[in-house]
């Protein structure tokens, strides 16, 4: 096999991981949950802890590529995530898992941003549309099958083989690159943005940080008081520091251009309504219904299945519909889907959630074909790398302040439902924190089991009832978000913001482009679109 197709090769296959990680954890949380003694916010870490560092270190990630060296970088993020893989596959607690959930997320940061890097500089022409459709396909092809691989692994073999899976492709993939794939950089090689990525990382950190405490707590509590002002402090340093400094990683005159606010708005409301709100769903899948990994997996597929259907029709729409009219209506569709899944009570099936997972596919499907094209078509050449990064920065974002705002409005509304339905009966008011915090931890039937033979049934029943309607809540919240995510994209995005291609492509001999990022390798150069779904 020619040496350039090596390359495409390996760069798919660490994309293939790096994206089945986000959502392949999803089914085998409530098993970490049990196997590690894990609380309800240590669930939202596992998850946040990856979202969290791809988000913060990807632009970087782009400019450490171009001055350093991109097969070096991709080999050093490669090496992390496999190492990372490594060590939550063998974690015996819950903070470890989540420190190495972090070492995965820092890997694939690197590996995300260098991967299309490397396809960019190797393929030209007509084979570069082909290689960057083929990596596009796979990226897809990973989002969409990871409940699926996650629950049949966790079933069959264990949670900790969704991790250790990793680690044959990611040896096979490090031998690969080092034998056939070629050392490239920029010759436009941009600063390193550090007070950008600390205060960017800091704020992040203190504001999902908060979030999660919240719902462990209270809003009152020191800790969460205090979190939320440093939150506060650092995001304003980072809009500060990126508005002075002569290299941002993230240009603030970007938001500018409305169709790119537009584009950022619908990527963070894209995450934060319905990939955000499948944690949740998992959890009632398994902890409510009892349903098995796999089980919970399956149905999930409802979703995925609907979104690949409706992507390929939209990608071929795309080029003659303009960008708003996909991404609009689709973003206003998954809010309605989220919306069709409300009504839940204690004697609802999985059944009941089914309309709302085909529209809520049908809608995401739509939104991802145009929105990273969307994000970079408004910007010069040397810039879509930036663009392009800002845009997957702001998905992850979504997950990660999605997860976390859910998981404070889910502890709020069980602990406040659960008060009313025992409140009234003496005998059973003491069980509400017990109750509370056990079906947090999906084992409610400890509590239950201690209680009076008489009593356990209205306790089951008020545990039941108690995370339908939270996540009823959780499912009005989301759908709302996506709604008012969709009708500002619609609003925002604009087929006349749009730079004509070859647009500032050309710069003085010996010129350093303003704000150069591996802009000129990235996938949106050629036109490709991205097909994560979302991720």
Avoid at 45 to 61: E, M, N, Q
Wanted: charged letters at 10%.
């Amino acid at each position: 096999m020619a040496r350039k197709w090596w390359t495409l090769v390996v760069a798919c296959a660490a994309t293939f991981m790096l994206l089945l990680d986000i959502t392949i954890v999803v089914v085998a949380l409530p098993d970490m949950q049990h196997a590690l003694d894990a609380s309800f916010g240590d669930l939202q870490w596992v998850t946040d802890a990856y979202a969290l560092t791809l988000a913060a270190l990807l632009l970087t990630s782009g400019s450490l590529a171009d001055r350093f060296g991109r097969r070096l970088l991709f080999l050093i993020g490669l090496t992390v995530f496999t190492a990372g893989s490594l060590l939550c596959g063998v974690a015996q607690d819950p903070l470890t898992l989540i420190a190495s959930r972090a070492v995965q997320g820092v890997g694939g940061a690197v590996m995300f941003a260098t991967s299309p890097a490397l396809i960019a500089t190797t393929f030209q022409g007509r084979e570069r549309g082909i290689a960057f459709g083929v990596w596009g396909a796979v990226a897809g092809v990973a989002t969409a099958l990871g409940p699926i691989l996650g629950g049949a692994i966790t079933t069959w073999i264990s949670w900790r083989g969704i991790f250790l899976v990793n680690l044959p492709i990611g040896v096979a993939a490090i031998a690969a690159a080092v034998r056939r794939v070629d050392e490239s950089r920029s010759p436009y090689a941009s600063r390193i943005d550090w007070p950008g990525v600390s205060t960017l990382t800091a704020g992040l950190f203190s504001l999902v940080y908060a979030l999660i405490r919240a719902g462990e707590t209270a809003w009152s509590d020191r800790g969460v008081v205090i979190c939320s002002v440093l939150a506060a402090v650092f995001l304003a340093a980072f809009l500060a520091v990126e508005a002075k400094v002569s290299e941002p990683m993230f240009d603030l005159s970007l938001l500018r251009t409305p169709t790119f606010l537009g584009g950022s708005i619908a990527a963070f409301a894209m995450n934060a309504s319905l990939f955000a709100m499948f944690l949740y769903l998992v959890l009632y899948l398994q902890n409510a219904l009892g349903h098995s990994p796999l089980g919970a997996g399956a149905r999930l597929l409802v979703v995925s299945a609907c979104s690949t259907v409706a992507a390929t029709v939209a990608g071929r729409l795309s080029s003659h519909v303009p960008a708003r009219w996909l991404i609009g209506p689709g973003l206003i569709l998954v809010g309605v889907g989220l919306l069709l899944m409300t009504g839940l009570d204690a004697g609802s099936e999985w059944t009941h959630l089914v309309p709302g997972f085909v529209v809520a596919g049908i809608g995401s499907g739509m939104v991802n074909p145009p929105l990273a094209s969307t994000a970079v078509g408004v910007v010069p050449a040397h810039r879509s790398g930036m663009a392009s990064g800002v845009n997957q920065t702001f998905r992850q974002v979504g997950i990660a302040v999605g997860i976390a705002l859910y998981g404070s409005m889910f502890s709020s509304s069980l602990y406040s439902g659960l008060k009313e339905r025992l409140g009234s009966t003496p005998e059973l008011r003491g069980y509400t924190d017990r109750l509370a915090d056990a079906v947090h931890r999906g084992d409610p039937g400890q509590v239950i089991g201690s209680a009076a033979l008489q009593d356990r049934g209205r306790l089951w029943e008020a545990a039941g009832a108690g995370f339908a309607s939270s996540l009823n809540d959780l499912l009005l919240a989301g759908g709302m978000m996506a709604v008012v995510g969709g009708i500002l994209a619609f609003a925002l995005i604009r087929s006349k913001d749009s730079v004509p291609p070859g647009g500032g492509r050309e710069q003085p001999q010996g010129a350093n482009p303003p704000a150069a990022r591996p802009s000129s390798t990235h996938p949106a150069d050629s036109g490709a679109r991205d097909s994560t779904c979302g991720h």
